[in-house]
């Protein structure tokens, strides 16, 4: 299973890659590491597990996480009306998106990270993502609000773009334009 020990932290090179397209079909290895990364996110979740391996509770992972450069990412949350989104995703793209931007009132944070970075990071609040799951089904999302968000904060992961990257650097607290705030 994967535990803290298996994150990459910052500095390391995979967090600033831009990682490779998964060759499809998968191979077992691809689906293996993608399975235990839903784990991951699944485990981080649950009080007892979290707290016996000292997981730090995620919503999300990108497999440049791990120190592997490939195009994966899973998520495991739930929306305002509880809906749960869980995916474990080979090659997501975002094929289309709003204008309206939307960010979380509290900033986001990332496992990637080991320290507190303040500030609004801006993001589309709606988004359509194709992608193809471990079933080796295409799979075509619309997303609004938190799931949106985190799709996002994970496919950065895969271009080497960090949550931090895309804060105000004169006024972190800075409003984006006419944006929806996630509680
Ligand atoms: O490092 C990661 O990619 C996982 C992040 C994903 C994420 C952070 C902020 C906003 C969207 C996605 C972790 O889930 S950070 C911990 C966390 C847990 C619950 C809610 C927000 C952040
Ligand atoms: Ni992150």
């Known amino acids: 299973m994967i535990t803290m020990k298996d994150i990459v932290r910052e500095g390391h090179p995979a967090l600033r890659a831009k990682a490779e397209e998964v060759v499809l079909p998968a191979s077992d290895e691809d689906k293996q590491t993608l399975k235990a990364m839903i ?10 597990i979290a707290a016996k391996y000292g997981l730090r509770p995620g919503i999300g992972l990108a497999a440049p996480q791990l120190g592997i450069s490939k195009r994966m990412i899973a998520v495991h949350v739930v929306d305002e009306d509880d809906k749960l989104y869980s995916y474990a995703l080979f090659n997501p793209k975002i094929v289309s998106h709003s204008t309206k931007k939307c960010y979380l009132a509290g900033g986001e944070g990332c496992l990637s990270v080991d320290r507190d970075v303040p500030g609004y ?4 609040f709606k988004i359509t993502v194709k992608a193809t799951d471990l079933e080796g089904k295409e799979v075509n999302l619309r997303l609004k609000g938190l799931p949106a968000i985190v799709f996002q904060h994970e496919i950065d992961h895969l271009n080497g773009i960090m949550f931090y990257d ?12 006419d944006a929806i705030v996630i509680e």
């Open 121 to 124: 990071v801006p993001r589309y």
């Open 166 to 177: 895309h804060i105000n650097k004169q006024d972190p607290f800075k409003a984006p334009e």
């Open 39 to 48: 784990e991951f996110v699944i485990n981080s979740q649950d009080p007892e």
